[in-house]
C-alpha cells in the first residue's frame, strides 16, 4: 500500500555534529604540531651549518645550546599539541561510534519481524559492532591525518625548495610514483571491502547459531559438521582478508623503497651542491628530512583512502539499518471506549517473503469482553499465525482485525501492544533473576504482585522452593529451569501485566493435567474481566472456554460451546475421538 514512500537518506555526518567543538580543536592542535615539527629540520640545520663553520668552540657553544634549547621547548609544546589532538579526535570518534550504536540499536528495536528476519542475526550483529568500528576508526584518521597530509606535503616541500631548487627534480620523480602505488592500492582494495564485511557476517551468523543452538548440536552430535560449516566461513573470510593485507604489505616496503631512493638521490645532489659551496652540509640534511615528510604524507593519504574505503562498504550497510523504516507503523488511536474485544473480519493472511500462499483465509469471528476463546486445530494449520495478527506482529493481506472495535492499524502500536500480555509458544527467558523475567514489561510491579502473578501461573511453588526464590539467577534462555518451569515464568509475566486481553499460544503444552487445570482456574478467578484466548492441541484444555474456534488449514471450520461442536462440528468430533483413544483427555 505504502510500498512507494520514499526511502529517508540518513547521512552519518551528521553523528559527528554534537561534537563540532573537538572536530574543529584536533585538527588545529595538529596543525600546531606539524609546523613545530616542519621548524625542526631548519633548526637542525643551523645547528649543523654552525658545527661545522671553523669558529672556534668556544664561539659555537652558545648559539648552539640557544637553538638546542628552542628545539626541546618546540618540542614540548609540538607534543602537548599532539597529545590533546588525539584526545579531542578520541573524544569526537568514541562519541560518534556510541551515538551510531545507540541509534542503530534504537532501530533494530524498531524493526518489524519480517524485517529483522531478512536482515538476518549474524548480520546486524555485525553491522551494529565491526562495521560501526570502522566508521570510528574513519572519523580518528580523518582528523588526525586530513590536515596533517597536506601541510606535510606543502610544508615540506617549500622549505625543501627554499634550500635548493634543483631538490625539486627529486620530488618530481618520486611523488608521483608514490601516487602511482596509492591508486594502485585504492583500486583494488575497494571492491574487497564490501565482501570482507559480508564473509564476517557468514561467520558471526554460524557463532551466534550454533552458541544459542548448542543442546541440539550436542543432542545430535553434530559437531563435526556444525566446525565444518564455521571453518568454510572463517577461511573465507581468512582468505578475503588476506587478500587485502598481502597487498598493503606488498605495498609498504615498495614506497619504503621509492622514499629511501629518493633521500639517497637528495645526498647525491646536495653533496655536489655543497661541494660547489652552493648550499651547506645542513641544509642538505635538513633537505633529506622534508623529503621524507613530504613522501610521508603521501603514504598517510594513501591510509585515509584506504579506511576511507574500508568505511565506505561499511557505511553502506550501517546505513542500511539506519534507514529501514519499520514495516509496521502504528497509527494514533491510544484510547477506545469498548474494552477487551477483539473481531477478526474476512481476514486473509499470507506471509511477507512468501511465495504469497494464504496461511490463513477469509476468517471472521468475534471475542466478547472477558470471554474465553480456544483456538484449536491441528499442527501447522495456522494458529499461531492467527493470534499474531491480534498484537499487529504481522499486517493482514485482507480483511481487517479490530481491537475495542479499533482497527489495529489504527492503534498506535505501544497502546495496542500493552493492551494484550502475549504468552509465546516458545517461552523466552532472558538472563537475569526470576524477578526480571516476570517483570518484563512491568518493571514497576510489587512483591505482593508479583507473587500474586506467580501463583495464578503456578509458579510460586517451584520458584519458592529455588535457593533465592524470586532472586534466583535463571541462565540465558532460561537453560537452567525445566521446559514447564518456563512456561509458567512465561504465563506469570503475562497475568501481572493484568492485560485487558492475554493470549495463551499452546503456553500450557508442558504442563500435565492437573497443573494447567490450576492455572486456568487461577486464570478465571485472578485475571476477571480479562478476555482469554488460547491456543491448544488437547480438547481437556479447551472444552470449559465459552468459544471453540475450530481450524483447518487456515479456515475457520466452526465457532462455538464445546457441546455444540459436539454435535455439530466433524472436524471437532474427529479431534475428540482422536484423544479419548489416546486417553489424552481426562473426563
Ligand atoms: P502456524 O505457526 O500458524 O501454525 O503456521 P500453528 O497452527 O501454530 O502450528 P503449531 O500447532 O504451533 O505447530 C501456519 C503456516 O504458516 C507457515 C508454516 O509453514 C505453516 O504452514 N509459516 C509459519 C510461515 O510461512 N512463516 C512463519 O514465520 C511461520
Ligand atoms: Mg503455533
Given at each position: 500500500m505504502k510500498k512507494t514512500e520514499k526511502k529517508k537518506k540518513i547521512k552519518l555526518t551528521r553523528y559527528l555534529k554534537p561534537y563540532w567543538v573537538f572536530c574543529i580543536l584536533s585538527p588545529l592542535l595538529m596543525a600546531g604540531e606539524v609546523l613545530i615539527d616542519l621548524v625542526q629540520p631548519t633548526l637542525m640545520s643551523e645547528i649543523v651549518n654552525e658545527s661545522i663553520s671553523g669558529k672556534a668552540f668556544g664561539d659555537i657553544m652558545p648559539k648552539v645550546i640557544i637553538t638546542g634549547l628552542i628545539m626541546l621547548g618546540l618540542v614540548a609544546v609540538g607534543g602537548l599539541c599532539g597529545a590533546l589532538s588525539a584526545f579531542t579526535a578520541s573524544a569526537a570518534s568514541e562519541g560518534f561510534g556510541d551515538d551510531l550504536r545507540r541509534d542503530g540499536f534504537n532501530k533494530v528495536m524498531s524493526l518489524s519481524l519480517q524485517q529483522t528476519d531478512k536482515f538476518t542475526t549474524g548480520s546486524l550483529v555485525t553491522r551494529l559492532t565491526n562495521d560501526?568500528?570502522?566508521?570510528?576508526?574513519?572519523?580518528?584518521?580523518?582528523?588526525?591525518?586530513?590536515?596533517?597530509?597536506?601541510?606535510?606535503?606543502?610544508?615540506?616541500?617549500?622549505?625543501?625548495?627554499?634550500?635548493?631548487?634543483?631538490?625539486?627534480?627529486?620530488?618530481?620523480?618520486?611523488?608521483?610514483?608514490?601516487?602511482?602505488?596509492?591508486?594502485?592500492?585504492?583500486?583494488?582494495?575497494?571492491?574487497?571491502?564490501?565482501?570482507?564485511?559480508?564473509?564476517?557476517?557468514?561467520?558471526n551468523s554460524v557463532v551466534q547459531e550454533n552458541v544459542s543452538g548448542a543442546r541440539v548440536v550436542k543432542a545430535y552430535t553434530n559437531e563435526k559438521f556444525e566446525i565444518g560449516r564455521?571453518?568454510?566461513?572463517?577461511?573465507?573470510?581468512?582468505?578475503?582478508?588476506?587478500?587485502?593485507?598481502?597487498?598493503?604489505?606488498?605495498?609498504?616496503?615498495?614506497?619504503?623503497?621509492?622514499?629511501?631512493?629518493?633521500?639517497?638521490?637528495?645526498?647525491?645532489?646536495?653533496?655536489?651542491?655543497?661541494?660547489?659551496?652552493?648550499?651547506?652540509?645542513?641544509?642538505?640534511?635538513?633537505?633529506?628530512?622534508?623529503?621524507?615528510?613530504?613522501?610521508?604524507?603521501?603514504?598517510?593519504?594513501?591510509?585515509?583512502f584506504q579506511q576511507t574505503s574500508r568505511a565506505q562498504a561499511s557505511a553502506g550497510r550501517v546505513r542500511e539499518v539506519l534507514e529501514s523504516?519499520?514495516?509496521?507503523k502504528g497509527g494514533d488511536v491510544r484510547e477506545a471506549d469498548e474494552k477487551g474485544t477483539v473481531r477478526f473480519e474476512n481476514v486473509s493472511f499470507a506471509y511477507p517473503g512468501s511465495s504469497g500462499v494464504d496461511v490463513l483465509s477469509n476468517i471472521s469471528f468475534e471475542v466478547k469482553k472477558g470471554e474465553t476463546v480456544a483456538v484449536i486445530g491441528s499442527t501447522g494449520c495456522g494458529k499461531t499465525s492467527l493470534v499474531s495478527l491480534i498484537p499487529r506482529f504481522y499486517d493482514t493481506t485482507e480483511g481487517n482485525v479490530y481491537v475495542d472495535g479499533v482497527n489495529v492499524k489504527d492503534w498506535d502500536t505501544d497502546a495496542l501492544r500493552r493492551k494484550i500480555s502475549f504468552v509465546l509458544q516458545k517461552s523466552e527467558l532472558f538472563s537475569g533473576t526470576v524477578r526480571d523475567n516476570i517483570t518484563i514489561g512491568t518493571e514497576d510491579a510489587s512483591d505482593e504482585e508479583i507473587l500474586r502473578a506467580a501463583e495464578i501461573a503456578q509458579a510460586d511453588t517451584f520458584v519458592s522452593k529455588m535457593p533465592n526464590k524470586y532472586y534466583t539467577y535463571v541462565a540465558e534462555k532460561g537453560t537452567s529451569?525445566?521446559?514447564?518451569?518456563?512456561?509458567?515464568?512465561?504465563?506469570?509475566?503475562?497475568?501481572?501485566?493484568?492485560?485487558?486481553?492475554?493470549?495463551?499460544?499452546?503456553?500450557?503444552?508442558?504442563?500435565?493435567?492437573?497443573?494447567?487445570?490450576?492455572?486456568?482456574?487461577?486464570?478465571?478467578?485472578?485475571?476477571?474481566?480479562?478476555?482469554?484466548?488460547?491456543?491448544?492441541?488437547?480438547?481437556?484444555?479447551?472444552?470449559?472456554?465459552?468459544?471453540?474456534?475450530?481450524?483447518?488449514?487456515?479456515?475457520?471450520?466452526?465457532?462455538?460451546?464445546?457441546?455444540?461442536?459436539?454435535?455439530?462440528?466433524?472436524?471437532?468430533?474427529?479431534?475428540?475421538?482422536?484423544?479419548?483413544?489416546?486417553?489424552?483427555?481426562?473426563?
Open positions: 560501526i568500528v570502522a566508521l570510528r576508526d574513519l572519523v580518528m584518521t580523518v582528523l588526525r591525518m586530513l590536515i596533517r597530509a597536506p601541510m606535510f606535503l606543502v610544508g615540506g616541500l617549500v622549505m625543501c625548495l627554499s634550500l635548493d631548487v634543483s631538490f625539486g627534480y627529486v620530488m618530481l620523480a618520486a611523488i608521483p610514483m608514490q601516487l602511482v602505488i596509492v591508486v594502485i592500492m585504492i583500486k583494488f582494495s575497494h571492491p574487497i571491502y564490501s565482501k570482507v564485511q559480508k564473509k564476517l557476517d557468514a561467520v564455521f571453518d568454510k566461513a572463517n577461511s573465507e573470510y581468512r582468505d578475503q582478508n588476506y587478500f587485502v593485507l598481502k597487498l598493503f604489505s606488498l605495498i609498504m616496503p615498495v614506497m619504503m623503497i621509492v622514499m629511501n631512493m629518493a633521500v639517497v638521490a637528495i645526498i647525491l645532489i646536495g653533496g655536489y651542491r655543497a661541494e660547489a659551496q652552493a648550499i651547506n652540509v645542513g641544509d642538505v640534511m635538513a633537505a633529506a628530512q622534508y623529503l621524507t615528510r613530504v613522501l610521508f604524507a603521501v603514504m598517510m593519504v594513501s591510509h585515509i523504516e519499520p514495516v509496521i529451569l525445566s521446559g514447564g518451569q518456563k512456561q509458567r515464568i512465561a504465563i506469570a509475566r503475562g497475568v501481572l501485566r493484568r492485560p485487558e486481553i492475554i493470549i495463551f499460544d499452546d503456553s500450557t503444552s508442558a504442563l500435565d493435567l492437573s497443573t494447567e487445570a490450576k492455572v486456568q482456574q487461577g486464570i478465571r478467578e485472578g485475571l476477571e474481566g480479562t478476555t482469554v484466548i488460547m491456543i491448544a492441541q488437547r480438547i481437556a484444555s479447551v472444552r470449559n472456554a465459552d468459544k471453540i474456534a475450530v481450524i483447518e488449514n487456515g479456515s475457520l471450520v466452526a465457532f462455538d460451546s464445546h457441546d455444540n461442536l459436539m454435535e455439530s462440528c466433524d472436524t471437532y468430533k474427529d479431534i475428540y475421538a482422536s484423544q479419548m483413544k489416546g486417553g489424552a483427555t481426562n473426563e
